[in-house]
Structures are given as C-alpha cells and as structure tokens.
C-alpha cells in the first residue's frame, strides 16, 4: 500500500448492466431439495424417516461419499425421473416437469392439503445446486457441482481452473437443455454484451465446450518464444541432415 496523495482518483466508476434473466423450467435428471414442515408430528415423523433412510441408502449420511463429491443435494435431494415426476414419501409421484420451483412448491403444498390444512404446513422448494460439465481447452476438464442458486459464465470457467492459452475465447460452445430438446450456441466472451444476454448465467446441465486454435491443430508453440524455439529445432534438423547427406 502506498501513499498517492490526493490528485490520483481512488478508483474509476465503469458501466453499470442491468442483468437478463429467464425463469427456470425444470428438466429430467435435475436434482430438487424439497423441505417439507407440518404442525403435526405423524407427518413430520414420516417425512423425517424417509429423509434419514435415503442418505443411509447413498452412502451413510454426511460422512465420505456425500462430502467427497461435493455434491450433497443428489444425497439428500430428488432427482426428476424420466416421466418428468418426483417420488416424495407419502404424496407419491408428483409431476413437476416444466415447472418453475415455486409452481413447483405450490404443486406440493396443493397435494398436502390432503393431509393438513394449507395454513399448517411448509414447504420450500430449491435447485440441489448447479451442475455442468467444462470440455475442451480448460486446466480441468470434468464435471463440476456448485452448491449455488445462481453462477455466471465467467465463475463456471473460473472453477474449470481458466481457460487454456491456446483456447478459442470467441467461440465457446454452450450446449444448454430445454425440456422439450437440446440446443447448441457459440459465445465470443470477449464481447461485454454477453452480460446482457440469457447466456450471462449458467443452467443447470448446461456443458461448455472451449475449441483449440490453429496453432493446437498445427502442433506448434503455444507462445512466439516456444514457436520459435521449435523453428530453430527444427531448421538444425534439417541442417544436420543435409551435411551428414553430403
């Protein structure tokens, strides 16, 4: 830290965006945390029974495999099955496919009310995190959790350890799930806009592909000093050999 005196301004105000966001339908395969709370104990005892018996069942509770993974909704949560329903104890099957999750809640709340009176219930309703997966020119590839309601593009790469040298920067490839198919787009992130368009945050089973340039196809340097250096290389190659030809 230094003194500056006062003629240096402290820091510098840029431009302010107002986020683009779009409600969240929920897909097959997505992992939902449902917490169910009534005033009476039967209910409570047999919500809370289900609950401890699935994370016996997946691996015995907080300890290795739930914390290893990192990924503590998929012990604990519900995962939306192939016909689009979600097996809760007691309600059954509920159909929440295509629904945001406060439809989705009120779904729920709707089928206790076979049980319970609406104003002796609770029940809340969230994403088990945010999953993709990181393709292509990243330090890691993989798969990756984030136990967050919402992250942008830029903190899903960040996790993804940064993109690679050699990586496409202008043409990530995000492949992003709908619940009716999938579809692929191409995102410059060099382009400050992306801040003002649906592809700003990531989705849950979103999956981002970062493509290598030319100089990765060609087998080149990745920098002007490692090119070079192989130039060298490889024009005293071809010199050694024409002087043992000769």
Do not use: C, W
């Not at 830290?1 to 820091?11: A, K, V």
């Not at 729920?108 to 393709?135: H, M, P, W």
Request: aromatic share 10%.
């Amino acid at each position: 830290m230094q003194d500056r005196g006062t003629d240096e301004p402290l820091y510098q105000e840029l431009e302010f965006v107002p986020y683009q966001t779009e409600k969240y339908f929920l897909q097959y395969n997505d992992v939902v945390d449902v917490s169910i709370k009534t005033t009476s104990p039967e209910l409570n005892a047999i919500f809370e029974l289900a609950m401890s018996q699935q994370r016996q069942g997946m691996g015995g509770g907080m300890g290795g495999g739930m914390m290893s993974g990192g990924d503590i909704f998929f012990m604990t949560g519900y995962t939306v099955n192939e016909e689009g329903n979600v097996e809760l104890p007691l309600l059954g099957e509920v159909p929440i496919i295509g629904l945001t999750t406060r439809q989705a809640k009120e779904m729920i709340e709707e089928r206790l009310q076979e049980f319970v009176n609406e104003e002796d219930l609770f029940v809340r309703v969230r994403l088990g995190g945010i999953r993709f997966s990181a393709l292509g020119e990243f330090t890691n590839n993989g798969n990756f959790t984030i136990l967050q309601n919402q992250i942008t593009i830029y903190q899903a790469i960040a996790h993804a350890g940064d993109m690679t040298t050699v990586a496409k920067r202008n043409e990530v490839v995000l492949v992003r799930q709908y619940p009716e198919g999938t579809k692929s787009y191409r995102i410059n992130l060099n382009d400050k806009r992306i801040m003002q368009s649906e592809f700003f945050f990531i989705r849950p089973n979103d999956m981002l592909y970062a493509e290598p340039m030319k100089i990765r196809e060609l087998g080149t340097g990745i920098t002007f000093i490692q090119t070079f250096q192989l130039a060298v290389t490889t024009f005293s190659a071809v010199l050694l050999v024409l002087n043992v030809v000769n």
